[in-house]
């Protein structure tokens, strides 16, 4: 997965705890994003960076936040978790120069109970 | 942002060309066609993207019309392990500068290679 950990791969919480996802990468590069996907939603966007301590919001960033204070990493916080939130959260990853690939991890299942 | 139009779901025998198409008749002059591929339970998996002229690497070709409003992917022998939703996706630009390349994901479609 292109030097991408996402931790955890599996979790299980309850509504209203506060839960941070990680993504880290090996790779420097510059630009890093955080998906959910949803039956029937497919993969969308909620916030990306596009540096250290340079963030922005998706298209679906309501309740959810990031932090990055390195290149390496970049979290994803769900300050209080709902079972709306339950889903499968993919990090990504991009060089972005001309070609701007992104390369995705393996993916977070989280459950929200 | 320019939309895709993809089919829902294919079916291609193993061993044959899978030709995957895609509409994207809004396109931008400096919009790239991406395709990305996403295997049951993994993240997407970038294949090949390109502007205007055809592409060619170890996964897939690529070929765009003159007029760019569709493209088509093929995979050349499809196994069974190229059993996958593919996307078709035009990059979007955000804020000063496209560079930040976030793309936008549709529904994709469900390829299924069959013994």
């Known amino acids: 997965d292109a030097g991408i950990t996402q931790s955890p791969r599996h979790k299980v919480t309850e509504t209203g705890t506060p839960v941070t996802l990680r993504c880290h990468q090996t790779?420097?590069?510059?630009?890093m994003y955080w998906y959910r996907q949803d039956p029937g939603h497919g993969l969308r966007l909620i916030h990306y960076?596009?540096?250290?301590?340079?963030?922005d919001k998706g298209e679906v960033s309501d309740g959810y936040s990031v932090s990055r204070s390195k290149t390496e990493d970049f979290l994803l916080t769900l300050e209080s978790a709902t079972s709306s939130q339950t889903s499968v959260y993919f990090c990504?990853?991009?060089?972005?120069?001309?070609?701007?690939?992104?390369?995705f991890g393996a993916g977070t299942r989280l459950s929200v109970l | 942002d320019a939309k895709t139009t993809q089919p829902t779901s294919m079916d291609c025998a193993e061993g044959r060309a899978a030709n995957l198409p895609c509409n994207h008749s809004?396109?931008?002059?400096?919009?790239?066609v991406y395709w990305y591929r996403q295997i049951h339970s993994q993240g997407p998996q970038y294949i090949i993207h390109g502007l205007k002229n055809n592409e060619t690497n170890e996964m897939a070709s690529l070929i765009i019309t003159e007029d760019r409003k569709s493209s088509t992917l093929i995979l050349p022998h499809a196994t069974l392990r190229d059993t996958a939703v593919y996307y078709c996706i035009v990059r979007v630009k955000g804020g000063t500068t496209d560079s930040w390349g976030k793309l936008q994901f549709g529904a994709g479609t469900q390829v299924v290679v069959t013994p």
């Open positions: 809004t396109i931008s002059g400096n919009e790239y």
């Open positions: 790779e420097n590069h510059r630009y």
């Open positions: 960076s596009y540096g250290v301590k340079d963030t």
């Open positions: 990504a990853i991009s060089d972005g120069v001309a070609k701007n690939i992104q390369y």
